[in-house]
């Protein structure tokens, strides 16, 4: 379950919530049409102001003159190394959306290892972990490959909607919203029955006699 109250429809008075609400969610279907539980409305909807100000970002990126699969490869890579598998669930879907391969799509978990992509491809996967995995320390030339081939209107529409949705990835693993309710996989495995407190160390330094 998520960490926070969902708000349920009769709750919702705020008229873009609810607006929201009764498009995402369909009578009688549970969750909503991408197969998500659709708990991040009804989390979100608890501070309308929090929750209008999120679905504008969600128009802005719309409204770009980039590219829509870079950007979309932005976002899908930022939800794959922030290790929400909400975000990088409903970016594989776009993807789709967009026509991009199966294949394609599948490679981006790997992909500097794949011939799959261009090279404006690699460096928009590559900007996307320079943003997410190194809090945006991006090598110079990573950089130069997106000025030959982007404006820089562009390359700054591509680094606000990779934050954007890494900040989004975040917070669904904080509060467990989405794909990301799951509990952490970082988890001490049990010794077996009878183990106690046995002193690994001494069995790893043990000299043979």
């Known amino acids: 379950m998520p960490r926070l109250r969902q708000v349920p429809r009769e709750e919702m008075t705020d008229p873009v919530v609810a607006s929201f ?7 009688g279907r549970q969750g909503t049409a991408t197969g998500s539980p659709g708990d991040w409305w009804t989390v979100f909807a608890l501070d309308p102001k929090i929750f209008r100000h999120c679905v504008k970002g969600f128009q802005v990126y719309r409204e770009t003159t980039l590219d829509p699969v870079l950007r979309e490869l932005g976002q899908t890579r930022a939800g794959w190394a922030r290790q929400s598998q909400f975000v990088f669930s409903q970016h594989c879907k776009q993807l789709r959306a967009l026509g991009v391969s199966e294949e394609k799509v599948r490679a981006i978990a790997h992909w500097p290892v794949s011939e799959l992509f261009d090279e404006l491809e690699r460096a928009v996967l590559a900007y996307a ?34 934050c954007l949705y890494e900040m989004h990835a975040t917070m669904a693993r904080a509060l467990r919203l989405e794909f990301d309710d799951r509990p952490d996989p970082i988890v001490e ?21």
Do not use: C, M, N
């Open 21 to 27: 609400h009764d498009r995402l969610f369909s009578p």
């Open 129 to 162: 972990d320079a943003l997410v995995l190194d809090g945006g320390r991006v090598h110079d030339e990573v950089f130069a490959v997106l000025k030959r081939h982007l404006p820089d209107e562009q390359i700054l529409e591509l680094t606000y909607v990779t």
């Open 189 to 209: 495995v049990p010794a077996p029955e009878g183990y106690g407190a046995r002193d690994i160390a001494a069995d790893l330094t043990a000299q043979r006699e």
